[in-house]
T-cell receptor, first 112, second 115 residues
């Protein structure tokens, strides 16, 4: 079946530290890959996505590269800010009208 | 674009009462999803619709839960009777088939507390 595994949190970093949140997937077919972010008290919102191998999605200083050979889509940011504190979800989609398959989420706390 | 609209944003009710959650998807979207989020179980897909037709309701926890989509612009999730273990945040999301890699747009959620 289709599944997403992401590193368990919580992750606590100091401001300006480097962030990596690992995500690996298992999929039948050729998935599109996503990172969603959920700020406190809000719904999930798309952070970035990639639809084919070697694509790099990027937004707000975050980036992730679709690695087919390692079935991974790790999220990175060079210098985190307090405002990046949120829960981050990795997800995949294998067909146009089926639900996304989400990982369990990783809570990030950035301290000043 | 107003985004996905959910109401109410907060609901507090007593065990045994009926609860109805409402969702208005983004205009033009043809898929709608209901999720439940709790600390213990994370984000769970309850049911989804394509073109107003329920496709997969295997995530609906019990017969106490039901969902309808009478038209393309409105959906409800009903719990009858409600129980304390139903306390959670319920999210509605919508998407356009084939659009932008199947991105789903989430509403702000309804926080349900059953006493």
């Amino acid at each position: 079946g289709n599944s997403v595994t992401q590193m368990e949190g919580p992750v606590t970093l100091s401001e300006e530290a480097f962030l990596t949140i690992n995500c690996t997937y298992t999929a039948t077919g050729y998935p599109s890959l996503f990172w969603y972010v959920q700020y406190p008290g809000e719904g999930l919102q798309l952070l970035l996505k990639a639809t084919k191998a070697d694509d790099k999605g990027s937004n707000k200083g975050f980036e992730a590269t679709y690695r087919k050979e390692t079935t991974s889509f790790h999220l990175e940011k060079g210098s985190v800010q307090v405002s990046d504190s949120a829960v981050y979800f990795c997800a995949l989609s294998v067909a146009g009208n089926t639900p996304l398959v989400f990982g369990k989420g990783t809570r990030l706390s950035v301290i000043a | 674009d107003a985004g996905v609209i959910q109401s109410p944003r907060h609901e507090v009710t007593e065990m045994g009462q009926e609860v109805t959650l409402r969702c208005k998807p983004i205009s033009g979207h043809n898929s709608l999803f209901w999720y439940r989020q709790t600390m213990m179980r994370g984000l769970e897909l309850l049911i989804y619709f394509n073109n107003n037709v329920p496709i997969d309701d295997s995530g609906m926890p019990e017969d106490r839960f039901s969902a309808k989509m009478p038209n393309a612009s409105f959906s409800t999730l009903k719990i009858q009777p409600s129980e304390p273990r139903d306390s959670a945040v319920y999210f509605c999301a919508s998407s356009l088939t084939g659009g932008r890699g199947n991105e789903q747009f989430f509403g702000p959620g309804t926080r349900l507390t059953v006493l």
